[in-house]
């Protein structure tokens, strides 16, 4: 936004306050996709901890850094540990 004001050749407070504009409209937007993040993040951790507890070991840093959801997650967790069930 701020480049395609520049290029109007507008006063540096207009180019700033257009820009403080912006930053404030998206702002709940930028809020509610941090906060989806940390949900995401810490659903993770506990699903690690769980799978650990029954014996199925997964990468939780490439879970997260990936963007792998909780849901793919899970599957994986409860695949590999009926797998394990069905080696016994």
Same mark, same amino acid.
């Given at each position: ?50 799978? /650990?507890?029954?014996?199925? @070991? &997964?990468?939780?840093? *490439?879970?997260?850094? %990936? ?6 997650? /899970?599957?994986?967790?409860? @695949? &590999?540990?009926?797998? *394990?069930?069905?080696? %016994?």
């Amino acid at each position: 936004m701020g480049d395609n004001l520049l290029r109007l050749n507008l006063p540096a407070k207009v180019v700033s306050a257009a820009t403080e504009a912006h930053l404030v409209a998206i702002q709940p937007y930028v809020d509610a996709f941090v906060g989806a993040e940390r949900t995401r993040v810490c659903d993770l951790i506990t699903l690690a901890e769980q799978a /650990r507890k029954i014996g199925v @070991e &997964m990468d939780l840093l *490439e879970a997260i850094t %990936e963007g792998a959801s909780v849901d793919d997650v /899970r599957a994986y967790v409860l @695949e &590999m540990a009926a797998s *394990e069930r069905g080696q %016994e």
